[in-house]
């Protein structure tokens, strides 16, 4: 099946927000199989809407349709839709309902307009908005599938997965269920890992394979079509192996979790505490790991030694480390590390010292990175990267292998000869 | 002046990136008076790229293509558009000259297609790529104006920025010049500042003056088209001053730069020193610092105490204060500032405590936070923010806010009665 997405809204074409939801639209109905072509946006306005929907109707059988469904006068999605198509609003009594209590609750009067937001086209599926008032809805005539969705990514999203999917699954895939899998990969470059797959995906039609890459962070999904949920999973699970056959050595962890959720994971199931001494990437490595989740049970402070003098005044870096291998050294990351575990009572600790940029340190050159790890009464180590990149990209590189070798150390997995990500080509 | 922009790359119809040039673009234009009316994208097929430059000719005069300009198979904007314009396509010496020295200096062999990135339409103005090897241009025929970017935004925006907007004033604004100037803002919600100056934007064509918000700080750029530059600085300077009418209670610069990195320049340019003790904000706060721009000279280190033990046993918060009025306290809050001052010797503590969320902590509901600032021998002072959002969100606000609240304390500001951004309407 193919489908086009049209996107609604002005804001858009001011360039006021990015448009998100274009991109996440084709990757869920990728996954389906459904096949896109065109992504289209137009403003606030109802004969451009209406030239591009009959534009996608000439082209597609899916269209689907971003932007439009809120309160206000802008919000001209529901109407010209049922004008074009004949068909009339009526009112959802759920949603109705919703907005009357959301407003109770939230103790403000309700404007008479939200009740805008409760009207679908007659004889449409409703779309449950988890995150929103405004209701979803998808309309099937004799020619085409026609789908509204809110614009706002944060209600868009949610109504995708949980209900638009399955509705789609129904109507495109018939018989058929969909399951799919997500597996995670840290270590390479999403170029570097589509290679070693390639004769995989290139033989594969089901399960499907897809790869994105998200800060370095690799997700591959596999999804199958199938009779039903068993032979989907059977169907998934040989693909799986096979590409574990190439790739286990950088695999992370299933789902959409984040390396350093994983990491969290990780110290929490083994109950173990962890703290970090940082130079170069300034509070991000502690910044990372106290974001998301909780992260309370598992750290209880960290540091930032900037300056040397720091490093030996708060930290207690000796001045013969200092002084006799410097700062950017492998040396004072382990120290770092020892002595940020001792300062605050934790399992592991962590040292990240070298030189961001733009400039030299030391006479090392930027993207030169040392991190040190101290774990329990294991022997101290520390290891040596090097990023070419920019400040920033550097320092998260460094943040990003620092959780990295967290988790080989935790693992223990291997951490000589094992590939790194994001370092020079030597 | 109408344009259309049309983005050409199969990875956008996969979803594997999102598509940012249509926005960037979008508000560059805008900036210059053009309007926009659809964006479109198309995967690496030539019928479909034809298809979409005829339909934008039928409806605009400036069409911008951004994307397939590098040396793949796939990359086949220039080739299609040359034959469908019927023009040839020219080897560009100068980029020719810089794909050769940049694989001379790279050490590895060119491959022969990276040549191909030199060719340009016949009788175009080349655009230089400052940050790539393809090369960008533009083409005037008698009907319309061509323009062809590359697709990766690290070359396309400086390539806009630097070259494609002279050429297109040239053409566009003929004997006119362009000048702008931007504001930034930092208190209010988008809606709240556009509201605040809603009769000024109304009444207001020349200069043009457009709102943008990043993650809280808000741009305003005013955009003069004038017969030369010190006039169109004199039509500025009367709306800045307009502007600045309702809304200098909330100005922090002028430029693009971030609110940190003002920061970041008033402590260099009176040669002060910063540093904190995180709670809620677990590195957030430091790590924001530290980021962009060397932080060497106004930040010597800081602390992540997220556990009431390490802010007692590391930071040396006393028991007395933890006890009796909670770490969730304007009292802890300063003393967490007191003391991280003295352990870094800065001459600017910021405390940051409060509770991010999920879970509620000490009785008190997520994002309720307590920023203190202790500055060289004045009263430290604390305040105190509730921020109703997801823990993610609470952190960030809790980081720009104690921004400016620095930003205040060293411009003696005033902090009472002010109003903060992101608080709950309470």
């Given at each position: 099946m193919r489908a086009e997405i049209i996107s609604i809204g002005t804001e858009l074409l001011l360039g006021q927000v990015d448009n998100t939801n274009s991109s996440f639209l084709s990757r869920e109905l990728a996954s389906l199989g459904v096949e896109i072509y065109h992504h289209v946006t137009v403003g606030d306005n109802p004969e451009r809407l209406i030239e591009a929907v009959k534009q996608a109707e000439s082209r597609v059988d899916l269209i689907v349709l971003s932007g439009g469904l809120g309160p206000t006068e802008d919000d001209i999605t529901k109407k010209t839709l049922a004008e074009y198509l004949g068909v009339d609003l009526i009112l959802h009594e759920e949603t109705e309902d919703k907005i009357i209590t959301y407003h109770k609750n939230a103790d403000f009067e309700m404007p008479e307009n939200n009740q805008l937001q409760a009207l679908i086209l007659a004889d449409s599926t409703p779309l449950t908005n988890d995150t929103g008032l405004a209701v979803g809805m998808m309309l099937t005539n004799d020619r085409h599938h026609y789908v509204l969705l809110p614009g706002p990514p944060d209600e868009l999203e949610p109504m995708v997965e949980n209900y638009l999917k399955k509705e789609l699954v129904k109507h495109i895939?018939?018989?058929?269920?969909?399951?799919?899998?997500?597996?995670?990969?840290?270590?390479?470059?999403?170029?570097?890992?589509?290679?070693?797959?390639?004769?995989?995906?290139?033989?594969?039609?089901?399960?499907?394979?897809?790869?994105?890459?998200?800060?370095?962070?690799?997700?591959?999904?596999?999804?199958?079509?199938?009779?039903?949920?068993?032979?989907?999973?059977?169907?998934?699970?040989?693909?799986?192996?096979?590409?574990?056959?190439?790739?286990?050595?950088?695999f992370f962890g299933y789902g959409e979790k984040r390396l350093a959720e994983v990491i969290k994971d990780l110290l929490m199931e083994k109950e173990l505490t962890i703290t970090a001494a940082e130079s170069l990437t300034g509070g991000a490595f502690l910044s990372t790991l106290t974001s998301g989740l909780s992260a309370g049970s598992i750290l209880e402070g960290g540091l930032v030694t900037y300056s040397s003098d720091k490093k030996n005044k708060v930290l207690k870096v000796t001045k013969e480390t200092i002084d006799k291998y410097g700062v950017v050294s492998g040396e004072c990351a382990i120290e770092m590390a020892e002595k940020s575990r001792k300062l605050f009572g934790a399992d592991i600790g962590v040292g990240l010292t070298g030189v961001a940029g733009p400039s030299s340190l030391e006479n090392q050159i930027p993207g030169t990175v040392w991190v040190g790890i101290a774990y329990k009464d294991k022997q101290s180590f520390s290891k040596h990267f090097h990023f070419g990149y920019k400040r920033n990209k550097n320092r998260r590189l460094a943040v990003l292998n620092a959780l990295e070798l967290v988790r080989r150390t935790l693992k223990e997995l291997p951490i000589e000869n094992t590939q790194f990500y994001g370092e020079d080509k030597q």
């Amino acid at each position: 099946m193919r489908a086009e997405i049209i996107s609604i809204g002005t804001e858009l074409l001011l360039g006021q927000v990015d448009n998100t939801n274009s991109s996440f639209l084709s990757r869920e109905l990728a996954s389906l199989g459904v096949e896109i072509y065109h992504h289209v946006t137009v403003g606030d306005n109802p004969e451009r809407l209406i030239e591009a929907v009959k534009q996608a109707e000439s082209r597609v059988d899916l269209i689907v349709l971003s932007g439009g469904l809120g309160p206000t006068e802008d919000d001209i999605t529901k109407k010209t839709l049922a004008e074009y198509l004949g068909v009339d609003l009526i009112l959802h009594e759920e949603t109705e309902d919703k907005i009357i209590t959301y407003h109770k609750n939230a103790d403000f009067e309700m404007p008479e307009n939200n009740q805008l937001q409760a009207l679908i086209l007659a004889d449409s599926t409703p779309l449950t908005n988890d995150t929103g008032l405004a209701v979803g809805m998808m309309l099937t005539n004799d020619r085409h599938h026609y789908v509204l969705l809110p614009g706002p990514p944060d209600e868009l999203e949610p109504m995708v997965e949980n209900y638009l999917k399955k509705e789609l699954v129904k109507h495109i895939l018939e018989e058929q269920v969909l399951v799919s899998r997500v597996l995670r990969f840290f270590g390479l470059t999403e170029a570097q890992l589509a290679q070693k797959i390639s004769p995989l995906v290139k033989k594969q039609s089901n399960p499907t394979i897809a790869v994105y890459t998200n800060d370095g962070e690799i997700t591959v999904r596999l999804t199958a079509k199938s009779k039903n949920e068993d032979e989907g999973n059977k169907l998934i699970d040989e693909v799986e192996k096979e590409v574990m056959s190439y790739l286990s050595d950088y695999f992370f962890g299933y789902g959409e979790k984040r390396l350093a959720e994983v990491i969290k994971d990780l110290l929490m199931e083994k109950e173990l505490t962890i703290t970090a001494a940082e130079s170069l990437t300034g509070g991000a490595f502690l910044s990372t790991l106290t974001s998301g989740l909780s992260a309370g049970s598992i750290l209880e402070g960290g540091l930032v030694t900037y300056s040397s003098d720091k490093k030996n005044k708060v930290l207690k870096v000796t001045k013969e480390t200092i002084d006799k291998y410097g700062v950017v050294s492998g040396e004072c990351a382990i120290e770092m590390a020892e002595k940020s575990r001792k300062l605050f009572g934790a399992d592991i600790g962590v040292g990240l010292t070298g030189v961001a940029g733009p400039s030299s340190l030391e006479n090392q050159i930027p993207g030169t990175v040392w991190v040190g790890i101290a774990y329990k009464d294991k022997q101290s180590f520390s290891k040596h990267f090097h990023f070419g990149y920019k400040r920033n990209k550097n320092r998260r590189l460094a943040v990003l292998n620092a959780l990295e070798l967290v988790r080989r150390t935790l693992k223990e997995l291997p951490i000589e000869n094992t590939q790194f990500y994001g370092e020079d080509k030597q």
